[in-house]
Every structure is written in structure tokens, then in C-alpha cells.
């Protein structure tokens, strides 16, 4: 189940910009941890 995972958060998607869902994610949390500070 978690290799499933890691493949499905480490594919590029096309309506993400070709980016992946893990790096989007990330993304969106560093933006919101950077609002808090």
C-alpha cells in the first residue's frame, strides 16, 4: 500500500502544471507556515 502511494504522490500531473502532488503539497505548506510566521 505504500509503495501505491508513493507512486501515485510521485507522479507528475498535467493538471498540476506537471508537477507532482507530493511538491504541490509541500509547496502549500510552506506557503501557509510562512503566512503564521
Do not use: D, W
Not at 498540476?16 to 507556515?33: C, D, H, K, W
Amino acid at each position: 500500500l505504500r509503495s501505491i502511494c508513493h507512486r501515485l504522490n510521485a507522479t507528475p500531473r498535467k493538471c498540476l502544471g506537471y508537477r507532482t502532488p507530493a511538491e504541490v503539497f509541500q509547496s502549500n505548506l510552506m506557503e501557509i507556515q510562512n503566512r503564521l510566521e
